[in-house]
């Protein structure tokens, strides 16, 4: 089992920054990938960014190409997730994934599917 715990979310004006975090603890060996998704109310949750644990490859949604940055440290079995320039469509529940079974490799890392743990989410709201 793995557990996922995010922080770091909280209410910010438009075109400031924000960073997620989120703490893998339990049987963290076989992370294949991690990645952060999101939804906001009414709609379907959505890929934001993927990182591969070992080598570091990243994947990210049109929407944030440019302004969000994910990252990962290793050793403390962390993902982040840095968010500048935020604008009030980026107005969600943040989820943070692991693929422990290297689902993702085949169905890429934008896929919801692909993982199989998930975090309780941290909520992020941008105003105008």
């Known amino acids: 089992q793995v557990q996922l715990v995010e922080s770091g979310g909280g209410l910010m004006q438009a075109g400031g920054s924000l960073r997620l975090s989120c703490a893998a603890s339990?049987?963290?060996?076989?992370?294949?990938?991690m990645a952060w998704f999101r939804q906001a109310p009414g709609k379907e949750r959505e890929f934001v960014a993927a990182?591969?644990?070992?080598?570091?490859?990243?994947d990210y949604a049109d929407s944030v190409k440019g302004r969000f940055t994910i990252s990962r440290d290793n050793a403390r079995n962390t993902v982040y997730l840095q968010m500048n320039s935020l604008k009030p469509e980026d107005t969600a529940v943040y989820y943070c994934?692991?693929?422990?079974?290297?689902?993702?490799?085949?169905?890429?890392?934008?896929?919801?599917?692909?993982?199989?743990?998930w975090g309780q989410g941290t909520q992020v709201t941008v105003s105008s």
């Open positions: 339990g049987r963290t060996l076989s992370t294949y990938a």
């Open positions: 990182i591969t644990w070992t080598r570091g490859n990243r």
């Open positions: 994934a692991a693929d422990q079974s290297r689902a993702t490799y085949l169905s890429g890392t934008d896929t919801a599917r692909g993982y199989n743990y």
